[in-house]
C-alpha cells in the first residue's frame, strides 16, 4: 500500500509525467486504496482531480473498489464461518 502511495504520487501527479499506462494507473490506485490507507485522502477534491487527469478511464475506479469491498465482505463471512465450525469441534 505504501508503495503504490509513493510511487502513484512520485510518478503520476508530477508535472513533468503525462498520462500514465492505464493498468499500471489502475493497479496503484486500487491497491492504495484497498490495503494502503487512502480512506480520507479520497476526499480530498485536488488529489482525486489529479489522479482522474494522470489516470486514463479512471473514473471508473470506483466501482472496481465497491467490488473489491464486496470481495473482502465474502471471505470475512467466510472465515467467522470456518472460526465458528471449528470452535464447535473443539468443544464437543
Known amino acids: 500500500g505504501a508503495i503504490a502511495v509513493l ?3 512520485n510518478t503520476a501527479l508530477s508535472a513533468s509525467i503525462g498520462p500514465l499506462e492505464p493498468v499500471s494507473g489502475w493497479a496503484a490506485w486500487v491497491v492504495g486504496s484497498t490495503t ?3 480512506g480520507v485522502g479520497l476526499l480530498n477534491v485536488p ?3 489529479a489522479f482522474w487527469r494522470a489516470i486514463p478511464y ?3 475506479v470506483g466501482v472496481t473498489l ?3 469491498a464486496l470481495f473482502h465482505l465474502l ?3 467466510l472465515l467467522l464461518a470456518w472460526a465458528a465450525r471449528r470452535a ?3 468443544d464437543a
Open 36 to 38: 494502503g490507507d487512502w
Open 88 to 90: 464447535q469441534r473443539i
Open 66 to 68: 465497491v467490488g473489491v
Open 7 to 9: 510511487w502513484l504520487n
Open 47 to 49: 488529489q482525486v482531480e
Open 58 to 60: 479512471s473514473i471508473f
Open 75 to 77: 471471505l470475512t463471512e
